[in-house]
């Protein structure tokens, strides 16, 4: 990833002067060096870095504000409960790398009542940081990742083509915070400008920001476009699964089948029981998992929290190949 210093120090200016917008219209003051800052998100990432500038520049003290990455949302909800610390004065959640999915934000904001917003995170503040900002609004409707700042440009297409106002497409962002490029790829930053981010959402009338997941989140299953995010999300609301993803899969004689594999924290559960889980979620037939449920010990992630679908592909080639072997030594 190709960022100069231009791109970093724009960032995090233009956070700065947003934050102090935020907290004006919700506390009716701008200065934020009595205000806490809680900074849980890794700083391998580049909006983990950023949000300590952001901190540094604003005059930060020490939480009112949370700074955290999903598996930290999801680990909240599953291990840990709310009497071990004072959490009431927590009242802003901003989650950075993959979206957090409905079921898990319901959950989260059940669990810690005091907190007024929480976002649902996006994956493309890397590539572009500083060119959105999270859009503070109401409690329960958190679909809206961000807006975009008043210096970035936005735009949704498709197979090359501009779509309107609440037309699902990729996300395409243009600014003086976007990234120069990627190493070895030309494409990601076309000829005018446009960051190409992979993202998949809609921006509505008002310039709010929806990010339904990824370009590799979605998979055809006969015919339907299938959200992988939605069938994770129902699976980390399981009490006994610690992480799931799910990928689609090719059966020569039944096509493209949906599979999940599964961390869990109890070890009775069965696969069994994940697809009746699901059935019992989803009304649907094709998202169900009909390629079956798969235990293993951690789900392969990028940095940034991203699910690496690829190395997935590959443990479910390498359990195959031991199949088959197992099968061979029993029948020489």
């Given at each position: 990833?190709?960022?100069?210093?231009?791109?970093?120090?724009?960032?995090?200016?233009?956070?700065?002067?947003?934050?102090?917008?935020?907290?004006?219209?919700?506390?009716?003051?701008?200065?934020?060096?009595?205000?806490?800052?809680?900074?849980?998100?890794?700083?391998?990432?580049?909006?983990?870095?950023?949000?300590?500038?952001?901190?540094?520049?604003?005059?930060?003290?020490?939480?009112?504000?949370?700074?955290?990455?999903?598996?930290?949302?999801?680990?909240?909800?599953?291990?840990?409960?709310?009497?071990?610390?004072?959490?009431?004065?927590?009242?802003?959640?901003?989650?950075?790398?993959?979206?957090?999915?409905?079921?898990?934000?319901?959950?989260?904001?059940?669990?810690?009542?005091?907190?007024?917003?929480?976002?649902?995170?996006?994956?493309?503040?890397?590539?572009?940081?500083?060119?959105?900002?999270?859009?503070?609004?109401?409690?329960?409707?958190?679909?809206?990742?961000s807006c975009a700042v008043p210096t970035c440009?936005?735009?949704?297409v498709c197979a090359g083509r501009e779509l309107?106002?609440?037309?699902?497409?990729?996300?395409?962002?243009?600014?003086?915070?976007?990234?120069?490029?990627?190493?070895?790829?030309?494409?990601?930053?076309?000829?005018?400008?446009?960051?190409?981010?992979?993202?998949?959402?809609?921006?509505?009338?008002?310039?709010?920001?929806?990010?339904?997941?990824?370009?590799?989140?979605?998979?055809?299953?006969?015919?339907?476009?299938?959200?992988?995010?939605?069938?994770?999300?129902?699976?980390?609301?399981?009490?006994?699964?610690?992480?799931?993803?799910?990928?689609?899969?090719?059966?020569?004689?039944?096509?493209?089948?949906?599979?999940?594999?599964?961390?869990?924290?109890?070890?009775?559960?069965?696969?069994?029981?994940?697809?009746?889980?699901?059935?019992?979620?989803?009304?649907?037939?094709?998202?169900?998992?009909?390629?079956?449920?798969?235990?293993?010990?951690?789900?392969?992630r990028a940095a940034d929290g991203h699910i690496?679908?690829?190395?997935?592909?590959?443990?479910?080639?390498?359990?195959?190949?031991?199949?088959?072997?197992?099968?061979?030594?029993?029948?020489?």
């Open positions: 990833m190709l960022l100069t210093h231009r791109n970093i120090s724009t960032a995090a200016n233009i956070y700065n002067e947003c934050l102090r917008r935020i907290m004006k219209r919700a506390y009716m003051y701008t200065d934020l060096s009595q205000e806490k800052l809680l900074h849980c998100s890794s700083f391998s990432s580049l909006f983990g870095l950023l949000c300590m500038d952001i901190a540094l520049i604003a005059g930060f003290t020490s939480p009112r504000l949370l700074i955290t990455e999903p598996k930290n949302i999801v680990s909240s909800l599953k291990h840990h409960g709310t009497n071990a610390f004072k959490t009431n004065s927590l009242e802003y959640v901003l989650c950075n790398g993959p979206a957090v999915g409905k079921r898990v934000r319901k959950g989260f904001l059940e669990k810690f009542p005091s907190v007024k917003y929480m976002t649902s995170g996006a994956g493309l503040l890397d590539g572009a940081p500083g060119a959105m900002i999270p859009n503070i609004g109401d409690r329960e409707n958190t679909d809206c990742v440009e936005t735009k949704v309107g106002v609440d037309r699902v497409g990729e996300i395409c962002l243009r600014g003086p915070t976007v990234m120069q490029g990627y190493v070895g790829d030309s494409e990601a930053v076309d000829a005018n400008g446009w960051f190409h981010t992979g993202e998949i959402g809609h921006i509505d009338q008002h310039g709010n920001i929806f990010i339904d997941g990824r370009l590799d989140d979605f998979t055809d299953v006969d015919g339907q476009q299938v959200c992988l995010n939605e069938l994770e999300d129902i699976l980390l609301c399981h009490p006994s699964i610690v992480d799931a993803a799910v990928v689609g899969i090719e059966n020569k004689e039944l096509g493209h089948l949906l599979k999940a594999f599964v961390v869990q924290c109890d070890e009775t559960l069965t696969p069994d029981e994940v697809q009746l889980y699901i059935r019992g979620q989803i009304s649907e037939t094709y998202k169900h998992l009909t390629g079956g449920v798969e235990f293993i010990d951690a789900i392969p690496l679908r690829n190395k997935l592909a590959k443990l479910k080639a390498a359990h195959e190949e031991k199949t088959a072997a197992e099968s061979l030594e029993q029948f020489p």
